[in-house]
């Protein structure tokens, strides 16, 4: 028997974990690994707890306790436009080098009248990890409240995603992705219950995506009004003792490329504990077996 030095400790509960690909990371660069979504939620709590109450007291400086805007928290169309596509990014460094970013972007109701959105977050891979605060304001200077630190110059190179171009096809399929995720996103948010999982808290479900889509329950297919195969990928998983399914809504997608190459590209993916919302998106046919991607 040899010592096995390949070993790593949950940052949260301090359990002992033999693989670092079972670790769950929610910081850019940081050897700060977690061995559950339930660890991740302990052990950023006081922080949460710490920038929401600023948050409020903020608020009540300036008067803006109950703003009607609120209430477009709920719309998970616009939060994935704010995570997705900001328009101000600020990055704010502490004395240990650590980094909290807030993403800003500005937006009109169907009125024409101006409001911000803005959420103060961890990264990874230059995306939103763990949120600690989602806002909405009609105030300007609340707004820049939420400037902290310095502003990162280049938003869209800052986000943007690497892709191998072949002529203009790419940018028309990602502009072809992001219509059908907005419309899945304007129907995930019809059909969900409000007591189901928060909007803010799906990032810290992406560890079962891949699962998902490898080892599925079930996969039922079925065409959307253009004319594109859509398939639905469900798996039913238990972490910490709560049980809940993970959807993967993906699109057959052909490309005009030499090779004629046929891709499953994702829209949107997103866990759920609402019976009523797993039976809506068993629709369709249903196949047997994991498709390949």
């Known amino acids: 028997m040899e010592f096995n030095t390949q070993v790593y400790l949950c940052h949260e509960c301090k359990d002992v974990i033999d693989n670092i690909e079972k670790l769950l990371f929610v910081e850019e660069d940081s050897t700060r690994g977690f061995c559950s979504e339930t660890c991740i939620e302990k052990f950023y709590s006081p922080l949460f707890t710490f920038y929401e109450q600023q948050e409020k007291e903020i608020r009540k400086e300036l008067s803006l306790e109950n ?7 709920d719309d998970a169309t616009l939060i994935d436009k704010l995570l997705n596509h900001p328009d101000e990014i600020w990055c704010s460094r502490n004395d240990m080098e650590e980094e909290i970013y ?7 109701d169907e009125n024409n009248h101006p409001y911000y959105l803005m959420s103060l ?3 990874y891979e230059k995306r939103p990890s763990f949120i600690f605060v989602a806002s909405c304001t009609r105030s300007k200077e609340l707004a820049d409240k939420f400037k902290i630190g310095e502003p990162v110059n280049s938003v869209d190179a800052f986000t943007k995603v ?5 002529g ?3 940018d028309d399929l990602i502009s072809g992705v992001e219509a059908k995720k907005s419309s899945f996103l304007a129907e995930l948010l019809e059909k969900r219950s409000p007591a ?3 909007f803010e808290k799906f990032p810290i ?3 079962f995506f891949e699962q998902t889509v490898e080892e599925p329950d079930e996969i039922f297919s079925y065409n959307d009004e253009e004319g594109d195969t859509i398939y639905v990928y469900i798996k039913a998983h238990d972490k910490d003792g709560a049980s809940f399914y993970y959807f993967v809504v993906s699109f057959n997608y052909q490309s005009n490329f030499e090779q004629r190459l046929e891709s499953l590209l994702p829209i949107i993916s997103f866990p759920s504990v609402d019976p ?3 039976r809506f998106y068993c629709k369709g046919e249903r196949l047997t077996g994991s498709l390949k991607n």
């Open 162 to 166: 690497e892709t191998h171009e072949q």
């Open 205 to 207: 479900y992406d560890m």
């Open 196 to 198: 189901d999982i928060p």
């Open 67 to 73: 703003e009607d805007c609120l209430s477009m928290l």
């Open 276 to 278: 009523e919302l797993y």
């Open 102 to 108: 807030t993403f800003i972007g500005q937006y009109q």
């Open 121 to 123: 977050c961890l990264l």
């Open 168 to 170: 203009g096809e790419i």
